[in-house]
């Protein structure tokens, strides 16, 4: 069983004022994300909690101001974005950001 090839970033940018991630993708794809939008679906365990019950449930309007100051691989699989607010647990993997719906 042949497993499909992961779609890999070939570009990664700020744009609109620093207030969007821009992925342009291996496969074609462009992602556009508010890092608002970002922020608040930040995929770590202190923000999605360990449980739906335990969910902090982040919304958008919370990071109005929100500034990515760094973003980093990790592996070959995933990113680690340190936010404006201190919050930098968050692993956004390359599934997750390329399957995410575009907010901007």
């Not at 936010?83 to 390359?94: R, V």
């Amino acid at each position: 069983m042949s497993q499909q090839p992961r779609p890999f970033p070939e570009a990664i940018e700020l744009t609109d004022a620093d207030t969007v991630l821009q992925i342009n993708w291996d496969d074609g794809a462009v992602s556009r994300h508010l890092l608002s939008v970002l922020r608040a679906d930040c995929p770590c365990a202190q923000c999605k909690g360990h449980s739906p019950e335990g969910s902090l449930n982040l919304t958008p309007e919370q990071f109005p101001d929100i500034k990515l100051l760094d973003i980093a691989p990790v592996g070959s699989y995933a990113y680690t974005i340190v936010w404006s607010d201190g919050h930098n647990t968050g692993i956004y993997t390359l599934d997750y950001l390329h399957q995410l719906e575009s907010s901007a």
